[in-house]
């Protein structure tokens, strides 16, 4: 498959293993709503951000979006990153040039994406779908590094999506139309989960009810398909009620075997036309139509407009703040087709968190609970703007500010958080902020690739199992100083007897992290266990 070079490739190929993990904290002065809603609002840098929330929720995403900076050569976006080596530093800290034929900016712009994507891969269900705004600037460019991440054979669409509906009269063609691309993390697992798109009275203006059927509106669906595959019981003769006989035409068959058809005939579901003479139709009732396939051009009409995001901005008195918002329809038809109630969406470009209103907007429509993760990192937008405007959506705002123009409360809540320590020092150990459950989640994580299946509280060693491996933790921050038997942290034989019993018949690992070990590998072996050291062998340590 053909992969992408550029200056700084090799540096940040293995990055997002090098991120430390952090802690995250929540502010309750700045959330709001339902505390229990499981959505989630982080300010801080979205790579670090993502690394911190993986070990929660790997694996549990059914829906990315993200409209990361389309590096256009006018803007300002701020996604740089502190790699450690000469070459990317020398050229990452430099201002994003302006002038076309400055190619150092896509360098620069595709060091900063590439390890966000190889994370957001990570949060990915097996049958999850990421979706990327993006413009003629770097679609290419995007396009290739999907490849490269998810794997060509899962890509699924690129849609065009048309930005503006009016003309404007200046340059060569007019810039009519931005793109989402559209991958699975594995496309065999993705097929046949997509929704349709909610039928609309344009699309539904062709079902009419000449003959005053009882069942309602309906249109004729020609009956005749091709014949490459065909049976032989596709090929028969019908007679119309008016005389006049039909057999299909060459290369041609019934698309329905001639039982079917009968059956069909006696519910009233062919039509022959106003003289009963006609080539026969199959009857489609609107009442069974539960949407339409989606396509992949996404007209102003369907997905919104630039003018329609902005004015959706403005209402919230955010007015300047953003150049080029996504309209609320645009995702929330993505989500649509992409999710179901129950899924968790992530956007880890938050912005104005047109996503997090998105959803809130589809769970307020009936259309199930949905849960979102929103990554922020500007210090000043996920305060003021992000988090501002799911508040408004949440508890209900005047529109522009005037009371006299109410909106309707949506409900729900959110967290806000915000990135802490990380959970290693410079030196390796572990930091003194992190309590059990920080440590008991990372652990897991790093064993067994799989967030935590519950909460945990340092009640019980045992912190959960996966597959064939049962994982416990030993490990008393609060009693740091004692001697390490003392503390708890060290695997001795009494505590080795102590250890929550393994299933009946359970024939895989029990592996224990704890500071230290003063039980005989003899013995470890006989029992099934595996001794890690913490915090050397803690991946990411």
Same mark, same amino acid.
């Given at each position: 498959?053909?992969t992408l070079d550029w200056i700084g490739k090799k540096a940040v190929v293995n990055?997002?293993?090098?991120?430390?993990?952090?802690?995250?904290?929540?502010?309750?002065?700045?959330?709001?709503?339902?505390?229990?809603?499981?959505?989630?609002?982080?300010?801080?840098?979205?790579?670090?951000?993502?690394?911190?929330?993986?070990?929660?929720?790997?694996?549990?995403?059914?829906?990315?979006?993200?409209?990361?900076?389309?590096?256009?050569?006018? #803007?300002?976006?701020?996604?740089?990153?502190?790699?450690?080596?000469?070459?990317?530093?020398?050229?990452?800290?430099?201002?994003?040039?302006?002038?076309?034929?400055?190619?150092?900016?896509?360098?620069?712009?595709?060091?900063?994406?590439?390890?966000?994507?190889?994370?957001?891969?990570?949060?990915?269900?097996?049958?999850?779908?990421?979706?990327?705004?993006?413009?003629?600037?770097?679609?290419?460019?995007?396009?290739?590094?999907?490849?490269? @991440?998810?794997?060509?054979?899962?890509?699924?669409?690129?849609?065009?999506?048309?930005?503006?509906?009016?003309?404007?009269?200046?340059?060569?063609?007019?810039?009519?139309?931005?793109?989402?691309?559209?991958?699975?993390?594995?496309?065999?697992?993705?097929?046949?989960?997509?929704?349709?798109?909610?039928?609309?009275?344009?699309?539904?203006?062709?079902?009419?009810?000449?003959?005053?059927?009882?069942?309602?509106?309906?249109?004729?669906?020609?009956?005749?398909?091709?014949?490459?595959?065909?049976?032989?019981?596709?090929?028969?003769?019908?007679?119309?009620?008016?005389?006049?006989?039909?057999?299909?035409?060459?290369?041609?068959?019934?698309?329905?075997?001639?039982?079917?058809?009968?059956?069909?005939?006696?519910?009233?579901?062919?039509?022959?036309?106003?003289?009963?003479?006609?080539?026969?139709?199959?009857?489609?009732?609107?009442?069974?139509?539960?949407?339409?396939?989606?396509?992949?051009?996404?007209?102003?009409?369907?997905?919104?407009?630039?003018?329609?995001?902005?004015?959706?901005?403005?209402?919230?008195?955010?007015?300047?703040?953003?150049?080029?918002?996504?309209?609320?329809?645009?995702?929330?038809?993505?989500?649509?087709?992409?999710?179901?109630?129950?899924?968790?969406?992530?956007?880890?470009?938050?912005?104005?968190?047109?996503?997090g209103h998105a959803v809130l907007d589809l769970n307020k429509q009936g259309e199930?609970?949905?849960?979102?993760?929103? @990554?922020?990192?500007?210090?000043?937008?996920?305060?003021?703007?992000?988090?501002?405007?799911?508040?408004?959506?949440?508890?209900?705002?005047?529109?522009?500010?005037?009371?006299?123009?109410?909106?309707?409360?949506?409900?729900?809540?959110?967290?806000?958080?915000?990135?802490?320590?990380?959970?290693?020092?410079?030196?390796?150990?572990?930091?003194?902020? @992190?309590?059990?459950?920080?440590?008991?989640?990372?652990?897991?994580?790093?064993?067994?690739?799989?967030?935590?299946?519950?909460?945990?509280?340092?009640?019980?060693?045992?912190?959960?199992?996966?597959?064939?491996?049962?994982?416990?933790?030993?490990?008393?921050?609060? #009693?740091?100083?004692?001697?390490?038997?003392?503390?708890?942290?060290?695997?001795?034989?009494?505590?080795?007897?102590?250890?929550?019993?393994?299933?009946?018949?359970?024939?895989?690992?029990?592996?224990?992290?704890?500071?230290?070990?003063?039980?005989?590998?003899?013995?470890?072996?006989?029992?099934? @266990?595996?001794?890690?050291?913490?915090?050397?062998?803690?991946?990411?340590?």
């Amino acid at each position: 498959m053909p992969t992408l070079d550029w200056i700084g490739k090799k540096a940040v190929v293995n990055h997002h293993r090098e991120v430390p993990y952090r802690l995250v904290h929540c502010n309750g002065e700045r959330s709001a709503g339902d505390p229990d809603a499981e959505n989630l609002l982080v300010q801080g840098d979205n790579l670090e951000a993502l690394k911190a929330l993986l070990p929660y929720y790997a694996g549990k995403v059914k829906c990315i979006y993200i409209d990361p900076p389309y590096n256009t050569g006018n #803007e300002g976006w701020v996604y740089n990153d502190n790699v450690a080596s000469p070459e990317i530093k020398a050229w990452l800290g430099k201002v994003v040039g302006k002038e076309a034929e400055d190619l150092s900016r896509h360098d620069k712009w595709l060091c900063m994406m590439y390890p966000r994507l190889r994370l957001l891969r990570e949060f990915l269900r097996e049958d999850g779908i990421i979706c990327v705004s993006i413009d003629d600037a770097e679609v290419h460019h995007m396009r290739i590094l999907l490849d490269e @991440v998810f794997g060509g054979s899962n890509f699924i669409a690129s849609l065009a999506v048309q930005k503006r509906y009016s003309r404007e009269n200046r340059g060569d063609i007019g810039d009519a139309h931005e793109y989402v691309l559209i991958f699975a993390r594995n496309y065999s697992l993705a097929k046949g989960t997509f929704n349709r798109v909610p039928l609309d009275e344009k699309s539904a203006a062709v079902y009419k009810n000449p003959n005053d059927d009882p069942r309602g509106r309906w249109r004729g669906i020609p009956l005749t398909a091709q014949a490459g595959h065909a049976t032989k019981e596709q090929f028969y003769e019908i007679t119309a009620p008016g005389g006049k006989t039909f057999t299909p035409p060459p290369g041609r068959c019934w698309g329905v075997s001639k039982a079917t058809f009968e059956r069909y005939l006696e519910e009233g579901r062919i039509y022959f036309g106003k003289n009963n003479n006609s080539q026969p139709n199959l009857i489609r009732y609107l009442s069974e139509v539960d949407g339409l396939v989606p396509w992949t051009w996404w007209p102003h009409q369907d997905a919104g407009h630039t003018d329609e995001a902005k004015k959706e901005v403005m209402a919230f008195g955010f007015d300047g703040e953003f150049d080029t918002p996504k309209p609320i329809r645009l995702i929330r038809r993505l989500l649509q087709i992409t999710t179901n109630p129950g899924d968790l969406v992530l956007d880890s470009f938050a912005g104005s968190g047109t996503t997090g209103h998105a959803v809130l907007d589809l769970n307020k429509q009936g259309e199930g609970n949905r849960q979102f993760i929103l @990554v922020e990192m500007d210090k000043k937008i996920a305060p003021e703007i992000t988090s501002e405007r799911l508040r408004r959506v949440i508890n209900g705002y005047d529109k522009g500010g005037d009371p006299e123009k109410p909106v309707e409360a949506l409900g729900g809540g959110f967290r806000y958080c915000h990135l802490g320590t990380p959970l290693f020092n410079e030196f390796g150990d572990i930091d003194e902020a @992190v309590i059990f459950p920080d440590l008991a989640a990372h652990v897991f994580f790093s064993e067994t690739g799989a967030p935590l299946p519950k909460k945990v509280d340092g009640s019980t060693p045992l912190i959960g199992s996966h597959k064939d491996k049962i994982v416990y933790l030993l490990f008393s921050p609060a #009693e740091q100083g004692f001697p390490r038997e003392a503390a708890g942290n060290v695997l001795t034989p009494d505590a080795l007897a102590y250890l929550p019993a393994a299933p009946e018949g359970f024939e895989g690992e029990r592996v224990v992290y704890a500071e230290g070990c003063t039980v005989s590998p003899e013995r470890l072996k006989a029992e099934g @266990v595996v001794f890690k050291q913490i915090p050397y062998q803690i991946e990411g340590a």
